[in-house]
């Protein structure tokens, strides 16, 4: 499975971004889709995840900020990101967990949110 990841990119504080993340092939469809981030130095944490049946879970650091979806039928999972903070800054990968619990992540997007 390979992940083709837009968005991204320098925002003010307070600002909005949206990421964009499909998937190459249709299993996708069946598999748990999330975004995750990384900083230098760190371990890459989840951001928000979204089953195959479409259940959300967004970590509280975010949560009433950032909201996730997905269209199976384009096998793609949006990340929209409102009032961005400057801790947002990171950068962003998108990740499928097939049924199969192989990983497959996406090539990473900055975020960068000044002050």
């Known amino acids: 499975v390979q992940l083709q990841a837009s968005g991204g990119g320098l925002v003010e504080a307070g600002g909005s971004l949206r990421l964009s993340c499909t998937a190459s092939?249709?299993?996708?469809?069946?598999?748990?889709m999330g975004w995750y981030r990384q900083d230098p130095g760190k371990q890459r944490e989840l951001v928000a995840s979204?089953?195959?049946?479409?259940?959300?879970n967004v970590v509280d650091s975010v949560k009433g900020r950032f909201t996730i979806s997905r269209d199976n039928g384009k096998n793609t999972i949006v990340l929209q990101m409102m009032n961005l903070k400057p801790e947002d800054t990171s950068v962003y990968y998108c990740?499928?967990?097939?049924?199969?619990?192989?990983?497959?992540w996406g090539q990473g997007t900055q975020v960068t949110v000044s002050s």
């Open positions: 990740n499928v967990q097939t049924p199969f619990k192989l990983n497959y």
């Open positions: 979204v089953s195959h049946v479409g259940r959300t």
């Open positions: 092939l249709s299993i996708a469809s069946i598999s748990d």
